[in-house]
Structures are given as structure tokens and as C-alpha cells.
């Protein structure tokens, strides 16, 4: 079986990289950073979100697997005190595959054919330059409404407890193929209303962004902020590719959650 690394970069990230690089050889896996068959994530959420981005163009082929070094996140499973035993159960090759839902973001331009698309883990936002976001939304080719506030969040179920949650949006099991759209301070008063309350729609609806004030936005896709030019529209929806995680041992997602939000003793 082929593997590679993605380490945080700090002492203790590194340190496990190189520990667990010798282990794996030395049981006969092959270290390959161009076609890993399951690539082990050393750091914090966020260096998984850098391994997936890496090896987006892998994603039905490749199985993601983290060793947290920091807080404890929702895609790194194991501790650094853990990375013998992972490293045997990897050599052994048993493990079980598990499918999350990702987001496709498609930005088409004005006076341009051409369009760029993105896949996102946890969260595509959207900002403006300006001081007010103005965008139509339009759910399934009709205009719902229009929206006027600081941004729009889009979030996967996997996304749903990062910048989603600290948006007052639900924390949605990531086994359901759905998307979440946020508000970020939407602006509602007497002349000006939206519906105030994250959506939550299901893979075969889709959700459109219409620009009404402004073409240049601030577009952020996970990690990434890209600042995008002359804007016609941006299309959100459930992607067909899913991003795919090697799991040795059971940690059930609303452990997770507890963990993360409500136990105090980690």
C-alpha cells in the first residue's frame, strides 16, 4: 500500500512524520507522494484540509486518516501517543472507508464562457469589499430572496460544527447529503428582510448567487481566500465526489461533538 504525509510543521508534527515515515516503511508500505493510497494527516483540522486540497484530484481513490497534535478535531481520530498502534493497524490494511458529502462551488464570470469550480470540505463564504454583501439568492432557479448583511456562508454536514456553528447554524450528522447556507449579520429592518435563519438543502436542489451590488468578492473555499473579479453568479450544490477517511477504530460522530463542545476534561 502506498502512503504519504502531511504534517502541521511544528516540532511534534514533525518529529511523528519522520517516526511514523520509518514505521511504515519498515513494515513494508510504500511512501509516495504523488499517488498515495491513504495519506495520514499530522496536525490539527486544518492540516487535513491542506491534505485533502493536495490530493483533491485523488478523491475516489484516496483514504485520509489524522493524528491530532493540538485540541482535539473532528477528522484526526488518533493521539501522538496512539501512532504505534496506528501504524499497525495501517500495515495490516484493515480498515473501513467512510464517505462524507462535499460542496461544489462554480463561479461564472460576465462576459465569459469560462467558469472555475471548486470542492470545499468544511465551508465556502462569500463577502463583499464594501461594507454590505448585496446578493439575490435563487433556490432551484427561483429567486427566494435577496440578501443584504456582511456574507453568506455555505457549509458541508462535516463543515457544520466550524464557522457554520459560530454562526448560530445546526450541527447536521455528515452521513445526510445536504448543504447549509448561513447568514453572516444579515440587515433586517422595515425596509430591508431576509429569512433570518440558516437553510438546509438537501443534494438534488442547487443555490445561486446573484450579485446586485458590485462584481469583485471576497470568495473563501475552506483554507483558501481568492479574491474573484467580474462575477456573474456563483452556484452552490452537493458535488458528486465525496472525500473518503480510513477508519481503524470506532469514534462515532456526536462523540465527537461532545468532546469538542461539552466535555471539559480532553
Known amino acids: 500500500m502506498k502512503f504519504s504525509i502531511q ?54 481513490t484516496v483514504a485520509f486518516v489524522g493524528i491530532h497534535t493540538g485540541h482535539l478535531g473532528f477528522y484526526a481520530d488518533w493521539k501522538p501517543s496512539e501512532i504505534e498502534k496506528l501504524v499497525i493497524a495501517m500495515s ?43 446578493m439575490d439568492v435563487e433556490l432551484n432557479g427561483k429567486l427566494f430572496e435577496r440578501f443584504r448583511g456582511d456574507g453568506l456562508c455555505m457549509s458541508t454536514p462535516s463543515g457544520s460544527t466550524a464557522y457554520n ?40 436542489h442547487s443555490c445561486l448567487l446573484r450579485p446586485v451590488k458590485g462584481p469583485d468578492f471576497m470568495v473563501t473555499v475552506d483554507h483558501l481566500q481568492l479574491l474573484h473579479k467580474d462575477v456573474q453568479s456563483i452556484m452552490y450544490r452537493v458535488a458528486d465526489e465525496k472525500i473518503r477517511f480510513a477508519r481503524f477504530k470506532a469514534f462515532p460522530f456526536w462523540q465527537r461533538v461532545h468532546d469538542s463542545f461539552i466535555d471539559s476534561d480532553l
Do not use: C, W
Not at 92 to 111: A, D, G, H, R, S
Not at 166 to 177: C, K, M, N, R, V
Not at 182 to 202: D, H, K, M, Q, Y
Open 92 to 134: 495490516k490494511k484493515e480498515f473501513n472507508v467512510i464517505e462524507y458529502p462535499l460542496l461544489e462551488v462554480t463561479i461564472n464570470y460576465q462576459n465569459s464562457e469560462e467558469s472555475t469550480s471548486y470542492l470545499a470540505v468544511n465551508e465556502s463564504t462569500i463577502k463583499s469589499p464594501d461594507v454590505t454583501l448585496v
Open 7 to 60: 504534517s502541521r510543521n511544528d516540532d511534534l508534527s514533525n518529529e511523528l512524520m519522520e517516526k511514523a515515515k520509518t514505521y511504515l516503511i519498515d513494515f513494508g508500505l510504500v511512501y509516495d507522494e504523488e499517488n498515495p493510497e491513504i495519506v495520514l494527516s499530522i496536525g490539527g483540522d486544518g492540516t487535513m484540509l491542506h491534505a485533502f486540497h493536495k490530493y483533491k484530484h485523488l478523491s475516489s
Open 165 to 204: 456553528k459560530a454562526l448560530g447554524g445546526a450541527i447536521i450528522h455528515p452521513s445526510l447529503e445536504v448543504m447549509q447556507l448561513a447568514e453572516i449579520a444579515s440587515i433586517n429592518n422595515r425596509v430591508f428582510r431576509t429569512v433570518g435563519s440558516p437553510l438546509i438543502l438537501p443534494n438534488h
